[in-house]
């Protein structure tokens, strides 16, 4: 049971990162990640890391807490409201694993 959780911590980190830094290359215009992006991409880890619901929960959106700072999380808002779209053309299953994922916990 451990590892799921392991490996689901990893999987949201990885797909957290895709899509901090496609904004950022298509926002900021750098190759590697600006210091603003940097900055949001350790917060997001940090509160990926200690996230206690890890276990039950999908994604930080389907979670009844937001342990995001109020400033944090309009950035990510920001950020997922650009990338959401265009993760498609570059992670295309990725995204599909995403949706399914959403669409069977607002099922339950």
Known sequence: MKDKIVEKREKEKQMIKEMISLYCRKNHHTDTLCDECKSL????????????????????????????QKEKREQIKTVMRFSGPRMLMYHPIMVLRHMYLSWKEKKK
Request: include cysteine; charged fraction near 20%.
């Open 41 to 68: 991409l350790d917060y997001a880890h940090l509160r990926i890391a200690h996230c206690p619901f890890m276990e039950t929960k999908t994604f930080c959106n389907n979670c009844k807490v937001h342990c995001y």
